[in-house]
T-cell receptor, first 112, second 114 residues
């Protein structure tokens, strides 16, 4: 069974530029999560989808971050415009509704 | 409020030693789930175990074992005969029956020296 796929693996941008990350969850997993992980810290939940509906986006900085999950499968997370403090690893995870979360390899974002 | 505490920031041991990573959680819910994840230097979070609040049996999987004690709100993780490949950051997490979101501990960095 294929795991959670994410791309790109690495991205370097200048501040104020835009960037987008893509995630393809494990087949059949209804729930998809985006996390931000700053070096030395645990993951911080940004947004949780169930199918194509948003369950929780309370910690998503909506002035610059947006996410969508069209058709309840793939998802994209966008940052526009990026700030220096957005430098982090962005992790995507998926789960069955009640199950454990499985994580992708992450995208390491560096904002210069 | 829910919380997970991993008091050990970093542990360093010599290969073949046994090592225990501590995890203490707080919740008033009676139904909850506890998890351990491993994050090696490559960065990908790897699921290790999920335990529900009604199952206090200890679990053993090869060199890994977990001790769940509701009386002390702890879910500790022991690696027996540690190996260099066990070097990683280990996270303990808690989720509730209401939304299944993970509440993460700060992680323990484990260094296994050859």
């Amino acid at each position: 069974e294929a795991g959670v796929a994410q791309s790109p693996r690495y991205k370097i941008i200048e501040k104020r530029q835009s960037v987008a990350f893509w995630c393809n969850p494990i087949s059949g997993h209804a729930t998809l999560y985006w996390y931000q992980q700053i070096l030395g810290q645990g993951p911080k939940l940004l947004i949780q989808f169930q199918n194509n509906g948003v369950v929780d986006d309370s910690q998503l900085p909506k002035d610059r971050f947006s996410a969508e999950r069209l058709k309840g499968v793939d998802s994209t997370l966008k940052i526009q415009p990026a700030k220096l403090e957005d430098s982090a690893v962005y992790l995507c995870a998926s789960s069955l509704v009640t199950g454990e979360q499985f994580f992708g390899p992450g995208t390491r974002l560096t904002v210069l | 409020a829910q919380k997970v505490t991993q008091a050990q920031t970093e542990i360093s041991v010599v290969e073949k030693e046994d090592v225990t990573l501590d995890c203490v959680y707080e919740t008033r819910d009676t139904t909850y789930y506890l998890f351990w994840y491993k994050q090696p230097p490559s960065g990908e979070l790897v699921f290790l175990i999920r335990r529900n609040s009604f199952d206090e049996q200890n679990e053993i999987s090869g060199r890994y074992s977990w001790n769940f004690q509701k009386s002390t709100s702890s879910f500790n993780f022991t690696i027996t005969a540690s190996q260099v490949v066990d070097s990683a950051v280990y996270f303990c997490a808690l989720s509730l029956d209401s939304n299944y979101q993970l509440i993460w501990g700060a992680g323990t960095k484990l260094i296994i020296k050859p």
